[in-house]
């Protein structure tokens, strides 16, 4: 019913900058909530920003003033620009998208494939 298709990760220096993608398509009647979560080799996903349908975002300490978060609402895709980016910010990020499917009532959560972020020198 919905697809979420992530671009953008990739290999950076301490210091660098990324922006990820994610896009999703299918039978899509609203999307509330779109984030982005992390997760570092041994360690647990962790959400790392979020933005709501009226644009009210949140952002873990660690990111902050370094990530920004923005969303599309007319391509349903979301961003994730990331600056400053240091070598404790190296994992797979995940897209979340919490929406309504057209013909549903209730949202439900979906998931992107993930994309890896490397940042090494």
């Known amino acids: 019913q919905v697809q979420l298709v992530e671009s953008g990760g990739g290999l950076v220096q301490p210091g660098g900058s990324l922006r990820l993608s994610c896009a999703a398509s299918?039978?899509?009647?609203?999307?509330?909530?779109m984030g982005w979560y992390r997760q570092a080799p041994g360690k647990e996903r962790e959400l790392a920003a979020e933005i709501t349908s009226d644009g009210k975002t949140n952002y873990v300490d660690s990111v902050k003033g370094r990530f920004t978060i923005s969303r599309d609402n007319a391509e349903n895709t979301v961003y994730l620009q990331m600056n400053s980016l240091k070598p404790e910010d190296t994992a797979v990020y995940y897209c979340?998208?919490?929406?309504?499917?057209?013909?549903?009532?209730?949202?439900?959560?979906?998931w992107g494939q993930g994309t890896q972020v490397t940042v090494s020198s």
């Open positions: 299918g039978r899509i009647f609203r999307i509330n909530v």
């Open positions: 979340k998208l919490r929406l309504v499917v057209t013909g549903s009532l209730l949202p439900r959560d979906y």
